[in-house]
């Protein structure tokens, strides 16, 4: 689960760190409302969660009302990398000279949570790392003891942060892997911290994406959930409960697996096909997620064919095999064609229930994608 | 032969008296698994399908001589699971759990570290000596005995691979899946070195996928210390960047080229493992092999 | 630091333990209403910071209001093993079926912190550890980790508690011990932890004890920290500063580093004499400290002779000589005889300016303390 | 020849621009100590009697060769300063301050144990090799070059004894403090291992006080692993049991009949350690020795 920037703001001020003041808006006249209130300069900036905001014009300094008018017109409602803003932050105006990069994360090569801070802040961090990776200083954190002070400060000094700010910027450092570690976060990034001439550090910005196995213990932050944004499909298999993602192609893929369906959108392609998204129904799968699998599937207009790959595992066949006999049920006419392979535990049996009228069955997962390409063929 | 779990492993059951663990005790003990106890807090005493169970992990390991653990515990309740198993007599610990939160895990694999027990998954299906134990949820009916060793980030794959070899005749030495979240136990690397030095492995087959750097680490690991020949997979080669599917793991990071499937497929190939297009191909390549 | 049974209980019930109710009373009358408030039978316990106060008669369980006032009257303003009561805890009494031991204390031969937990709770546990060894569970705990869930639930069923209570008496350790960590406690203990019909666990005492040297980040815990009740001159050392413990014999000792200072009480020991006090006036200390600290020895009645013994490390003899000239100073007539033994950082200096007319100067530790104890025989 | 610091000792002090700090740095040097940097963070690049300040030990270490530090950093922050001392490249810490939290220090004992760095301390006088090197506040004009060790819990007790040797002419190897509260770094035995292992150390004095098990710990280790004869002295004989003098350690448990003088004293007596009723005495032990 990702923050927005002014959830993430919200709650790294309560942890103590020094975030400009700021106020969200959903309209023009908030906007300006809120630029009054802090007093200008301000930075009116699009609350979507992408990064390079600033270079697609989703953030506008401004010194006035007017300003202000025309910034929050021209960002409120604009489509930023596919995402609508709905929402700015109107937030005062950090009067910086210098940048730095500040994050934490997990280093999944060693199991172990990394901090990181760096004097190249304000710029693509991912280009910094490939480009220049000595400029960003690591320190790896036993995840039982906590980033100790002493490594902030010699990480802030490796990475030569100005020696007047220096003991703050490791101030804030270790408060955010405080809030990493306390907030099951997997990821916390404040890229600029800025430094101002008064020789504060000041975070700008603010990225924190939160483990969503663990928001089972993070109340506060799952409550910042919100209806995923945009795709009406996604949202559905979010209420679903399904890994689902929707891609470009007009193959329906349908399996159990995350190994397995990847493996199946790769075959598509490998037999000349596009996928036209990823469905993973997960382990165990009964009759009723399997229909609503077959729903999701449907509902998707660029969808031409189907194919349904199940290896039983947890998954039975003949589970499978009467989820799909139901959802197929419903109508009068099968909508798309459906290709069906089943293997693994019960597949005998679902092969018996299943409705060989409404669905054509293949043996093989190599047929059986083939087959459902070949079925898009007529439509491109 | 075979790696880890053999006719002498004795297993525990954690979590033994949760649907999941009763279910997957049965399947495990009908395939052949010698479960000789289960472990649950406050239920000692009590016996399930005749297992009998104790408190803790370290009452079944002594008064049963169990000397593996198989994980079955709620998520929240998954670490400290794991941690027990990790602190206890027990050789080899396998999690099964799915979702267990990674800063969990991260504590976990710190202990991982000083412990002398292997830790397989989680959210993984487990390992198989085809014919003499199953710990996990692996369907045994899809195995069977022989001379490859199977290693896979992904479960219902490894089904797939394995029926690709069964079907032609081709039996396992050891089939394990290790798991496809960020922070695992037993990675590529401790798979096949197990592999490597065991005699009865002819040739393994290895699935990976997008996300990470293990297949890359598993390359180098096999350009320079393996003479046992390896066929590989990888899943997600149409996954598109940044794109969560399923796993944890499978997200293509971006960054230095690393964790694509291109990344990985050349990794493979350079260290001279040949890469299945289609899960089929790999069991092509190991067919060759023997 | 050692918190009062009530303040300890205040402490744990605020982490979630289960604490029976209860109301501090200083005089008869607010027993009485305490008790009516909670509901009889109640415990009515001396709050005093000695073990064994049932043993001792200060704690009784009542009835009803007639036996309220007498036990509360019996008990406030008794002298209990030399400390007087003033305030006395009402306490809803528990219907137990069982007693245990918890607690956690600082294992140092390890290093390493070790909760424990007994099923021989009720009774003193020192003599079950020398006793019994294994009738007490431990689980040793890696600071940074914690105790963990699984090692709580390995100590409480290898000690043997029941099966229906494990868990519960678990998680109690486990909280115990966060308290610990949290609190910077060096010894936590619960003893008994009762264990009633209904299978629940209640922390029946509390002795808590605070790390002296954390208080300072410890705020709300210092605030608990009371004058030293009882006797009036550690009550003063307290107000210097001083390690200061009161004795019973006659010879006054003042030096500097415990171990030396132990080093003179055990040769007033050896030279047949008897000491009066522990008195470490610590490192560096100036003039000033040396007055206060002869003033102290001087206000003991029972001392007969002070031997003054300083071997100069960090403190200097040349500003402990002129402490003890200045102290001295104010006497027309030298009270009891002083003995000085001034050795290293600059002794020669320290000698030349002490007045020699009002002590005694010896050049070696033993016979400096040998004089002392021969100024007391007169007086014996 | 001495133990753990000598002639090629290049000394850090970490917290060298306070007070204490300040004072002993010129003392240390006065005494021919090669302080060669101070580490406080945020003021490197300034300089302390002409000793360059850096902003890590780390760094001191880099640009200095460093490799020991001594530590006279306030109690609050001492054990971060601990801390980053075991994880830098000096060998040695010398942590001279007083008041340390408990727990802190259980926090750094758990990372002595996978560090390469040696701790001294912490609430300790340091450690002098007489006429090569001296860590931390002892007086060192009471020294003298000579071929007996000295180990003890308390600081001035240290110079007691040091004071009897030295006035009948009889020098020290290397003294070391190692401090008196409950939990340290270098104890007893880990001190008579290394005057064990110094062949120029023909006889070691040991002064110990009541409370806690070193003594008796130490005992155990000189009568199974030590030819070099040691004579040792214990504080506290007339000390009431419970009572606290003002070290932490100095408190008599109770518990088992340890901790106590006579348990001590009964322990070295067992060991052949002569244990002497003064100061005095056991300088006349260890000339015997001699």
């Known amino acids: 689960m990702k923050l927005h920037e002014y959830q993430a703001k919200g709650v790294f001020a309560g942890a103590g760190l020094p975030v400009p003041e700021s106020r969200l808006a959903s309209t023009v006249d908030e906007a300006v409302a809120a630029a009054d209130e802090i007093g200008y300069p301000v930075a009116v900036k699009a609350q979507v969660q992408v990064g390079g905001r600033g270079k697609a014009g989703g953030i506008e300094l401004v010194e006035n009302e007017t300003e202000t008018r025309e910034a929050a017109a021209a960002i409120l409602g604009m489509d930023l990398k596919g995402l609508h803003v709905d929402r700015v932050l109107v937030e005062s105006a950090v009067d910086f000279v210098d940048e730095l990069y500040a994050g934490v994360t997990m280093d999944r090569a060693k199991g172990e949570p990394v901090a990181m801070v760096s004097t190249e802040g304000g710029v693509d961090i991912e280009e910094v790392a490939a480009e220049n990776p000595d400029a960003i200083a690591r320190e790896h954190v036993d995840p039982a003891s906590g980033l100790q002070p002493y490594q902030a400060r010699r990480a802030v000094f490796e990475a030569g942060v100005d020696r007047e700010v220096a003991t703050d910027v490791a101030r804030v450092l270790t408060t955010l892997y405080d809030l990493w570690a306390e907030r099951d976060a997997t990821e916390i990034e404040v890229n600029p911290v800025m430094v101002t001439a008064d020789d504060d550090a000041v975070c700008a910005d603010a990225v924190m994406n939160v483990d969503d196995d663990a928001l089972f213990r993070q109340s506060e932050l799952a409550a910042m959930e919100e209806e995923a944004a945009g795709d009406e499909l996604e949202a559905k298999a979010n209420e679903y409960g399904f890994d689902y993602v929707r891609l470009s192609g007009n193959v329906g893929i349908i399996g159990n697996g995350a190994g397995l369906v990847m493996t199946t959108l790769d075959l598509v392609d490998y037999f000349g096909g596009t996928p036209a998204n990823f469905l993973d129904i997960g382990g165990g799968a009964k009759a009723e997620r399997v229909t609503n699998a077959l729903d999701m599937v449907f509902s998707d207009e660029n969808v031409d064919s189907v194919v349904f790959n199940i290896f039983g595992g947890i998954t039975r066949g003949d589970e499978v095999a009467k989820g799909i006999n139901e959802a197929l049920a419903q109508f009068d006419e099968i909508p798309k064609p459906v290709v069906v392979r089943l293997a693994g535990t019960n597949a005998t049996e679902g092969m018996e229930i299943l409705n060989t009228d409404l669905v054509t069955v293949e043996e093989t997962l190599e047929s059986a994608v083939e087959r459902a390409v070949e079925y898009t063929e007529g439509n491109q | ?290």
Not at chain 2, 13 to 42: K, R
Not at chain 2, 48 to 76: C, M
């Open chain 2, 1 to 290: 032969m075979s790696i880890l779990v053999d006719d002498d492993t004795r297993v525990v059951v954690q979590g033994i008296t949760g649907g999941e663990g009763q279910f997957h005790t049965e399947q495990m003990m009908s395939y052949g698994t010698n479960v000789v106890a289960g472990a649950v807090p406050g239920r000692g005493g009590q016996e399930v399908d005749g297992v009998p169970v104790y408190d803790t992990v370290e009452q079944a390991a002594r008064e049963e001589d169990a000397n593996a653990s198989v994980i079955f515990v709620p998520p929240a309740f998954a670490a400290d699971a794991v941690l027990e198993a990790l602190d206890s007599p027990v050789e080899l610990a396998v999690a099964i759990t799915e979702g267990i939160p990674q800063q969990d895990m991260a504590k976990v694999y710190a202990q991982l570290e000083v412990s002398d027990t292997d830790l397989i998954g989680p959210n993984c299906p487990g390992i198989i000596t085809p014919g003499e134990a199953k710990l996990g949820i692996l369907p045994g009916n899809i195995f069977a005995g022989g001379d490859v060793g199977l290693v896979s980030r992904s479960g219902t794959l490894t089904y797939q691979v394995v029926d690709n070899l069964t079907q032609r005749g081709i039996g396992q030495t050891t089939a394990i899946g290790i798991g496809g979240d960020p922070i695992i136990g037993t990675d590529f690397v401790d798979a096949l070195a197990y592999f490597e030095d065991d005699p009865d492995t002819k040739a393994v087959a290895m699935c990976g996928e997008i996300g990470g750097q293990d297949e890359e680490e598993a390359a180098a690991f096999i350009g320079d210390h393996m003479d046992t020949p390896v066929a590989g997979f990888i899943a997600g080669r149409t996954a598109p960047p940044g794109k969560r599917m399923g796993h944890a793991g499978a997200i293509v990071s971006g960054g230095g080229g690393t964790g694509t499937a291109e990344s990985k497929i050349q990794a493979l190939d350079d260290a001279g493992v040949p890469v299945g297009d289609t899960p089929n191909e790999v069991a092509d390549h190991i067919e060759a092999f023997l």
